[in-house]
């Protein structure tokens, strides 16, 4: 049988070093792809795959996220008095609902997993999502790639992870995974590995940063076994649970952005913004320009 997804987890702890000197001062999931932060495209997936509370593990920092998931009362109130209602009400419908959103503090970037297990207690028992705001997800048709992570737990139940094919010669960089039985879409995970070494890896099927998690995750990762790069890896939490529980994953149908890598960041903002019809064509004209295509 499976549950309602009504809560994610954003993990929002990590440094950013690869977008110093940038990420000084900014937590990187501030950074904007358009005019939204990365975050905020995050949050908007979630949101429109039926998730209900929104549960960011932060660090040092980063209380910038807290205030930006909270009303801004002054900026609200001049943008009503000079009559920029639009903007207003755009602010308006970003924001969760009193109460759905909750803040707990990673102390130590001890990894992921360890991320993930600082919101043991808020999500309590029962099966949540988890996105990484590094990866930003454009739809190509039906709906982003939680809403697809979500039916797919409605269809197999168990744990669901979405996939992403890359390069041979990428795999190493990323959690990758081997496939059993194909149902096109969704395929059973037989393993799993974090950061293969190269010539390695089981697929070319990389673990793409959205999860749907069983609570039982957390007694695993609570024993705080370190993998690759030293750090506490969910995707070693992962394939413990998969000795009793079923892996399931999605090939999503859209495009993912790695925004946390510079190359990807940069190809995110100028995808977003080729899909907005204001910016769309003086955009591709710049875009000639610098190429020098004609
Ligand atoms: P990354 O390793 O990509 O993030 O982790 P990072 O450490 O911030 O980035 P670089 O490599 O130094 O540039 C993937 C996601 O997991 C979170 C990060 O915030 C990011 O969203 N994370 C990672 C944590 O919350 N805590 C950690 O200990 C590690």
């Known amino acids: 049988m499976t549950r309602r997804i009504r809560k994610a987890v954003f993990p929002v702890a990590g440094l950013g070093t690869r977008f110093l000197p940038a990420t ?51 900026l609200e109130e001049t943008l009503q008095k000079r009559g920029k209602l639009k903007e207003w009400q755009a602010l308006k419908e970003d924001l969760p609902a009193a109460g759905a959103t909750s803040f707990t ?96 890896a089981l697929s070319n099927l990389i673990i793409s940063g959205r999860y749907v998690l069983g609570p039982e995750i957390f007694a695993i990762l609570e024993k705080g076994e370190k993998g690759a790069g030293g750090e506490i890896q ?14 399931h994953g999605v090939r999503f149908d859209g495009k993912t952005y790695d925004c946390g890598a510079k190359l990807g960041f940069l190809a995110a903002n100028i995808a977003f913004a080729l899909t907005d019809p204001a910016l769309a064509p003086l955009l591709r004209t710049e875009l000639k320009k610098l190429t020098g295509e004609p």
Request: charged share 25%.
């Open 24 to 74: 000084k001062s900014i937590p990187k999931e501030m950074l904007t792809v358009v005019d939204r932060p990365v975050l905020q495209h995050v949050v908007d997936e979630a949101r429109e795959a039926g998730i209900e509370h929104f549960i960011f593990v932060t660090g040092r920092n980063k209380a910038v996220i807290e205030d930006h998931f909270d009303i801004a009362y002054e």
């Open 105 to 200: 503090r990673q102390q130590v970037p001890l990894g992921l997993g360890h991320a993930v297990w600082c919101a043991r207690d808020i999500v309590g028992d029962e099966p949540f999502a988890v996105l990484l705001p590094d990866m930003v997800t454009m739809a190509a048709g039906q709906g982003r790639c939680l809403a697809q992570c979500v039916a797919a737990y409605e269809k197999h139940g168990g744990n669901i992870i979405a996939v992403e094919e890359v390069l041979a010669d990428e795999t190493h960089q990323y959690g990758v995974v081997s496939i059993g039985k194909d149902f096109g879409h969704t395929f059973e995970i037989t393993g799993m590995v974090e950061k293969p070494p190269k010539g390695t």
């Open 234 to 247: 969910l995707t070693d939490g992962m394939k413990a649970l998969a000795k009793s529980q079923s892996f």
